[in-house]
């Protein structure tokens, strides 16, 4: 497993269940800030299916329930959503990092070896089997069966092996992040405004974050540290203002220009190899999907190399074509729900989603 995100980490664990024996290679050297902080309520049937509701319910300290979405999207007025009255019951706020210990843990309780500071060097193919360097803190040669590329959205590994990464979308958040007194009601905001959106939310240890997204242009894309500077523009929004408390800036924990529109490969496995969560496929994270996606590719994955190993020469294309038609449907739904917002269709930004053309 290349990658100690949460779906290499899911995956190992998985494997690990299967009576495989994995082994997870993790540049990091502990579990870092990330932004991605909302487990949506359609996460719930796979957090059942991997154990990690339980989980989650026992550690107050890294997950609480979502009371839901209050959003300005569409018109001025605000919508909310309640968490409770969801189909598959409320949602989760996580504080991330913590969540990728837990992760972590759970896979090692589970068997694997997993190495913090191994970033992979170099992979090659030899006979059936791969040998992997890893260079960083941890430096080390693996040989193994079946490489699974959890790298995010670098995709790491299945674009040294030639899969092709498409861009359907392109967009960046600009996100900063601070720590306050934690608060009772964890609503996840999200508004829109004439150039892009915006989204908060406040994790159960009191960490907040603002993000602002954006169309990304070249300029933006090549800027070694653009400017984040959210203190004006948020005056202008009429939900965010209202709900988030910025503090001075220099009491900012976290400043970061992420890229966050849609990507996937080209094909999602190959002869040894399969990618899973961002690396195989990344989604806008307006639609609350990365984080889903990325559990549940990783079972899915977990399953498909056991069948794999055991001789069924289709399992890795079967899981290649299931990827496939997850990130078709997602486009679908993206593509409808940008539309949804009509006030602004001359501007840039929203002329780009309503001109895109309609998927499969
Ligand atoms: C601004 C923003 C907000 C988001 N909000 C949400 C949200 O609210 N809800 C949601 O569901 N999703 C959200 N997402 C998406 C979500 O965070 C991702 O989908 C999720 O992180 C995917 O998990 P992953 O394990 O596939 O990848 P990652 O979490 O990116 O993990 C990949 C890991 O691989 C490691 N790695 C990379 N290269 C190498 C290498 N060569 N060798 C070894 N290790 C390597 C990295 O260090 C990293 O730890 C958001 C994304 C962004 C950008």
């Known amino acids: 497993m290349v990658g100690g995100g949460p779906a290499g980490a899911v995956a190992a664990a998985t494997l690990g269940g299967l009576g495989l024996r994995a082994v997870v290679l993790e540049a990091a050297t502990k579990p870092r800030w990330k932004p991605g902080e909302a487990l949506a309520p359609e996460c719930n049937p796979i957090l059942d299916r991997v154990g990690l509701s339980a989980l989650l319910a026992s550690r107050p300290d890294i997950a609480r329930r979502s009371a839901g979405i209050r959003s300005a999207w569409g018109s001025g007025e605000i919508a909310y959503r309640d968490g409770f009255r969801e189909p598959f019951g409320a949602g989760w706020i996580i504080d991330r990092s913590q969540f990728e210990r837990l992760l972590s843990a759970r896979a090692v309780e589970a068997g694997a070896e997993w ?32 490489v699974i590329d959890a790298t995010g959205r670098p995709a790491g590994v299945a674009r040294r092996l030639g899969a092709r990464r498409i861009q359907y979308q392109s967009q960046i958040a600009k996100v900063v992040g601070w720590t306050a007194r934690p608060i009772e009601a964890a609503w996840i905001s999200v508004e829109s405004d004439p150039d892009g959106w915006w989204y908060s939310a406040s994790a159960p240890n009191g960490s907040q974050l603002l993000a602002q997204f954006r169309e990304s242009t070249a300029a933006q894309a090549g800027a070694l540290k653009p400017r984040i500077d959210l203190y004006d523009a948020i005056a202008a929004t009429r939900l965010m203002r209202s709900v988030v408390a910025l503090p001075p800036r220099e009491a900012l924990t976290h400043q970061a220009v992420a890229s966050a529109g849609s ?19 990344a989604f806008d994270p307006i639609s609350s999907q990365g984080l889903s996606n990325a559990i549940a590719s990783a079972e899915a994955a977990a399953h498909a190399a ?11 294309d079967a899981y290649a074509a299931r990827m496939t038609a997850t990130y078709d449907a997602y486009r679908r739904a993206l593509r409808a729900h940008y539309q949804t917002e009509t006030r602004w269709r001359d501007r840039p930004f929203w002329r780009r989603r309503h001109d895109w053309p309609a998927c499969r």
Do not use: M, N
């Open 115 to 146: 190495f913090w500071g191994a970033r992979l060097h170099a992979i090659e193919r030899y006979g059936d089997s791969w040998r992997l360097d890893t260079s960083g803190l941890a430096t080390h040669r693996f040989d193994a069966r079946i």
């Open 263 to 281: 990507a996937a490969l080209d094909h999602a496995a190959g002869e040894g190899w399969l990618a899973i969560g961002d690396a195989a496929a």
């Open 306 to 316: 056991r069948s794999w190993i055991e001789g069924s020469g289709d399992a890795l």
